[in-house]
């Protein structure tokens, strides 16, 4: 399997629903932008939201196990996709790739 990185790279509030339909919330998405996850597989990382995760999962594993262009050219880079959480709310987009060689390197 190849090794993984999710980067968030973007996070929205959509305040206008948010107070017209959702119940007031203590806690929501932690996810910060910038925020990298390494795998090495394609297992959940931890301190990964679990919701975020059941989206992205499925092209964490086509990607992991050498799938390209998943979109038929939709992505300048074959190995990759942008993905965003289901939280209609506050939705998070992630970019999922398989890294250069060079990238993984200490």
Request: proline content about 6%; aromatic content about 10%; hydrophobic content about 35%.
């Amino acid at each position: 399997m190849k090794p993984i990185r999710i980067t968030v790279i973007r996070k929205v509030c959509h305040q206008d629903l948010i107070d017209l339909y959702e119940n007031p919330m203590d806690e929501h998405c932690t996810m910060q932008e910038g925020q990298v996850f390494l795998l090495n597989g394609w297992e959940r990382p931890e301190g990964f939201c679990e919701s975020a995760w059941e989206t992205l999962s499925p092209f964490v594993m086509a990607l992991s196990y050498g799938a390209e262009d998943i979109y038929d050219g939709w992505m300048k880079n074959k190995r990759s996709v942008m993905i965003s959480c289901n939280d209609g709310f506050r939705p998070v987009s992630f970019l999922v790739e398989v890294p250069q060689e060079k990238d993984t390197k200490n």
